[in-house]
């Protein structure tokens, strides 16, 4: 008999946007209630996805598997991560590889019982040395490609972040007048993408995720690095900007600059792109990790 049996739970965000709305702008005044909740709900997962990885924990849309263990022995460890038990450890050809967990499964319940965190896990596994014992994992996963578009989505997948800089490049490239020269894009050393979410009133905060690829020597580009940027300011301002960034980086020193950590400000061998067909500028300057202004 199957041990196993799987029941996903998709967040509302991933749901399929009905027909004729789109997430990047408002429809008809037919479809504008559907598409206030589409936003609502990219918001909501947003922000649900911006708390977890500020906490370094796994964010992405939720599945839920249900693993009913027959055996003993269960096969795999679980270990503390955040206040959360987390699956570390999985054994070949043990009851929960059988199954298809997988390492980054979080366990949510044991045998019926909710466990929210990890001293909650092991009490619930001790107190039930009897078998079957069905265990809840909770796995996240990349959340489907339209939602790499929703308005003010933040990404801590790098998955997700390749499928937001596709979407980039190809809105870019897109236009011929606006968009960055392919001249540029022949020399450049190496891309940045980045999506910027400033949210103000009176304080403003900015917040973007995104990632940087190199070109390599021998040809081709290099497997991508996560970046991302924070800050805040005062002033009279009022409202919500979103907005895509593609960077080129024209320099080895500029990309090490942005692959190094820490503070970078754009300088004059770094070509900026703002905006999702936005217009092409080049600063004075170099990128340095400590920051240069422009000359």
Not at 197 to 223: D, H, I
Request: aromatic letters at 4%.
């Amino acid at each position: 008999a199957e041990a196993c049996s799987r029941t996903t739970t998709r967040s509302p965000s991933d749901a399929t946007p009905p027909a004729g709305s789109s997430t990047a702008r408002a429809p008809p005044l037919k479809g504008m209630a559907s598409f206030f909740e589409s936003l609502k709900q990219s918001v909501q997962a947003g922000a649900s996805d911006l708390a977890r990885g500020v906490q370094g924990k796994e964010t992405g849309r939720t599945g839920r598997l249900d693993v009913s263990f027959r055996e003993s022995a269960l096969g795999m460890t679980v270990t503390d991560f955040g206040g959360e038990g987390l699956v570390s450890a999985v054994a070949p050809g043990g009851e929960a590889s059988r199954c298809g967990v997988v390492l980054q499964d979080r366990v949510v319940g044991v045998g019926g019982r909710r466990t929210e965190a990890y001293r909650e896990v092991v009490e619930a596994i001790r107190a039930h040395p009897q078998r079957p014992l069905v265990i809840t994992l909770e796995r996240r996963e990349k959340r489907d490609e339209h939602a790499a578009a929703s308005p003010g989505f933040v990404n801590f997948r790098l998955d997700e972040e390749v499928d937001k800089a596709e979407r980039i490049l190809a809105l870019m490239l897109a236009s011929a007048a606006t968009g960055p020269p392919r001249d540029v894009l022949r020399r450049a050393r190496g891309l940045a993408f980045l999506r910027v979410t400033k949210v103000g009133f009176a304080l403003s905060g900015r917040f973007g995720t995104g990632l940087v690829v190199a070109r390599l020597a021998a040809g081709g580009w290099s497997a991508p690095s996560a970046i991302g940027t924070v800050g805040a300011s005062f002033g009279l301002q009022l409202g919500a900007q979103i907005a895509d960034f593609l960077v080129v980086l024209n320099t080895d020193d500029a990309v090490a600059a942005f692959s190094g950590g820490g503070q970078v400000t754009l300088g004059g061998q770094v070509g900026v792109v703002a905006g999702p067909v936005g217009a092409s500028r080049e600063a004075g300057g170099a990128a340095q990790p400590q920051g240069a202004a422009p000359g």
